[in-house]
């Protein structure tokens, strides 16, 4: 996967930045200015991403993309999978307008695909959500 990653993400629009410029421009933006650049950020560009990425636009290859670009970042992270619900536990240590940058994007991703998200938490340094992969309607 690792492979598969880096050979298409700067194709989808990922780019290598230090998390140090992250956290600087992130503390020019209100919370409310954050949420709304994560959602037209999702809204632009989801399925595009998952399309080039997996070649598939489906709640499965939405979950490959995700658990790809959080390898990538190298956040400690826990993947669990109950039956069809997934759950994302993401330790990226950047900040609380970080975790409401990411829960933000995931949130819009996930209604992007109308999935059923099951659960969602952030604190300043961690986000998780569940999203039940039985339940999308696309």
């Known amino acids: 996967m690792h492979v598969d990653w880096h050979s298409n993400a700067g194709k989808a629009g990922f ?3 230090r998390r140090s410029l992250l956290q600087e ?3 020019q933006y209100s919370e409310k200015n ?14 595009d991403i998952v399309l080039l990425l997996r070649k598939q636009y489906n709640t499965k290859s939405f979950l490959s993309v995700i658990e790809a670009s959080i390898k990538a970042s190298n956040y400690s992270y826990q ?12 330790q990226h ?3 609380k307008k970080w975790s ?3 829960a933000e994007l995931y949130q819009s991703m996930i209604e992007e ?3 059923n998200r ?5 604190t300043a340094n961690t986000v998780s959500f569940s999203i039940d992969e039985k339940f999308s309607l696309k």
């Open 15 to 17: 780019l290598s930045v």
């Open 93 to 95: 240590d950047m900040g």
């Open 100 to 102: 409401i940058y990411l």
């Open 113 to 115: 695909l109308d999935a």
């Open 79 to 90: 993947h669990e999978i109950n039956d069809t619900v997934h759950t994302f536990i993401i």
């Open 25 to 27: 421009l992130l503390k």
């Open 118 to 122: 099951v659960g969602y938490d952030l």
């Open 34 to 47: 954050i949420s709304n650049i994560a959602r037209r950020v999702a809204k632009d560009t989801t399925k």
